[in-house]
Structure formats: structure tokens, C-alpha cells
């Protein structure tokens, strides 16, 4: 599993001088508008659902960046993916891009606290409920993590059980950073609180870009327990509408 980041003692922030999970960047990032946003990397691999989740913002507000495909960025503190540049400084964790590049491209729908629950809930709920053959699926081929086939086929129950998956999410509610719940349910709790076609009425709000940017990795890979939740919660219709305003082929481009 990752190191513990290595924190920088006088304001919070990791030695590198980017920020932390959860913590606002120090000095305050400063972005005003849509201009602000520029000179884009991301760092990170788009099978990842909070990786995918940021470039599906960034193709709805069509931001151009360039991808580096890897597990983080390299040298860096902060030791997980995403991580942005813009305009050369770099911040690190989705909810924490998500609070502060949302409200420029979305203005007042923006909902901190829904954005923090969908983070904290959705993924992993699907990837500790998904069990090995799914996580191999997820993990293998051109759009996975890089692991061999070989490797997925010998180790992959131990990978997912044991090594990599359910002990970091173990971890991660130990400290306070996810939940557990039915995917299902997390997913009709958003569908409950749609105001119309889409989350956000008429078009796509935030929490729209959120729950589909977590879920395209695997809608992409087909994994029957993610399409079974996405039926059981009535958002077959939507994922559809999100397809539409967002391909998957953007994110997963045929080679």
C-alpha cells in the first residue's frame, strides 16, 4: 500500500508544498475563472474511478490537458492519483480539485457536502462489494493497471482480498476517509435527489460529472455487479443521457 505522506510542519501542507487528502492547498489557489484553468497536466491512469472522474470534467468543460499515464505523480509527496498541474502548481485529491474548480464551471450548484458523501461513498463501495473475477476485469487489458496477465491470473484473489484492495479500503474507513454501503444504495440515494433528465435539471450539474466520472472505468470494462446496481437504482436511462454529453471513448480511446 502507499506510504504515509511525509507532512511539512509549518502550514499543513506535504514537504513538496502540495497538500494533503481533504486539506485545501496552501497558499489558496486563487482560481476566478474558467481562464484561470490552464496548462493542465493529469497524472494518474483513467481506469482509476477518481482519475476518471476528474478528466470527465475536464472534457464536459472542455479544458484541454495532457495525460501521464502512471500510479502518481513522479518525485512527488503525495504518493496517489490524480494529481493536477495548472499552470505549474500542483494539487493533489478530487474532492479537493472538485471544491475548487466546480464552482467556476458550475456556479452556485455546487453542494460540498453531497460532492464529499458521493467521494467518500461510491467507489469504494463498488470495488470492495465487486469480489476477485470483477477486480480482474477492472484490472487487466490495455485500460487497466498495468498488471501482467499472468500475474492477475496467479495472484489476482490474493491482490484483491488480501494485498491491495479490501485491506486499503479497511484502512481507509479505520481513518475516517470512506464508507462502505450497497453500491445500490448510494446510487438511488442520488437518483432520489435528481431534479429532472440529470442531478442537475436540465443538463449536467457537478454531482452528475461525479457519479458518472466514478462509474466510467467500469461501465467501460462492463462489470455486471456495476450494471446491476446502476438498473436496481432506475439510472439506466441516465447513464445513457451522460454518454451522450460525455463518451466513453473520450476517456478509453479505441487503439
Known amino acids: 500500500s502507499p506510504q504515509a505522506p511525509r507532512m511539512s510542519e509549518s502550514n499543513g501542507m506535504l514537504p513538496d508544498g502540495s497538500n494533503p487528502e481533504f486539506t485545501d492547498p496552501v497558499p489558496a489557489l486563487g482560481w476566478k475563472t474558467k481562464d484561470d484553468i490552464k496548462d493542465v497536466v493529469v497524472y494518474g491512469m483513467p481506469i482509476s474511478p477518481m482519475v476518471a472522474k476528474l478528466l470527465c470534467m475536464l472534457q464536459f468543460a472542455e479544458i484541454p490537458y495532457t495525460l501521464k499515464e502512471g500510479t502518481s505523480k513522479p518525485d512527488s509527496d503525495y504518493k496517489k492519483m490524480p494529481v493536477i498541474d495548472v499552470a505549474g502548481r500542483q494539487v493533489n485529491d478530487t474532492y479537493i480539485i472538485f ?50 496477465d499472468f500475474m492477475l491470473w496467479m495472484l489476482g484473489w490474493a491482490m484483491y482480498e488480501f ?89 478509453y480511446p479505441a487503439e
Do not use: C
Not at 450539474?205 to 450494471?227: C, F, N, R
Open 99 to 148: 471544491k475548487h474548480l466546480a464552482p467556476i464551471l458550475f456556479k452556485n450548484e455546487w453542494d460540498a457536502e453531497l460532492e464529499k458523501q458521493l467521494t467518500m461513498q461510491l467507489a469504494p463501495s463498488i470495488e470492495y462489494t465487486m469480489g476477485t473475477e470483477e477486480f480482474k476485469s477492472w484490472a487487466g487489458g490495455r485500460y487497466g493497471f498495468g498488471i501482467p
Open 163 to 251: 494485498m491491495i484492495i479490501k485491506p486499503n479500503i479497511d484502512k481507509s474507513v479505520k481513518e475516517g476517509l470512506v464508507e462502505v454501503r450497497e453500491p445500490k444504495d448510494v446510487l438511488s440515494d442520488f437518483k432520489k435527489k435528481m431534479k429532472g433528465e440529470f442531478h442537475g435539471g436540465a443538463k449536467p450539474g457537478s454531482a452528475d460529472i461525479t457519479v458518472y466520472g466514478i462509474l466510467m472505468p467500469w461501465i467501460y470494462k462492463e462489470l455486471p455487479s456495476v450494471k446491476a446496481a446502476i438498473s436496481d437504482a432506475g439510472l439506466d436511462s441516465w447513464v445513457e443521457a451522460m454518454k451522450a454529453v460525455v463518451p466513453l471513448e473520450k476517456i
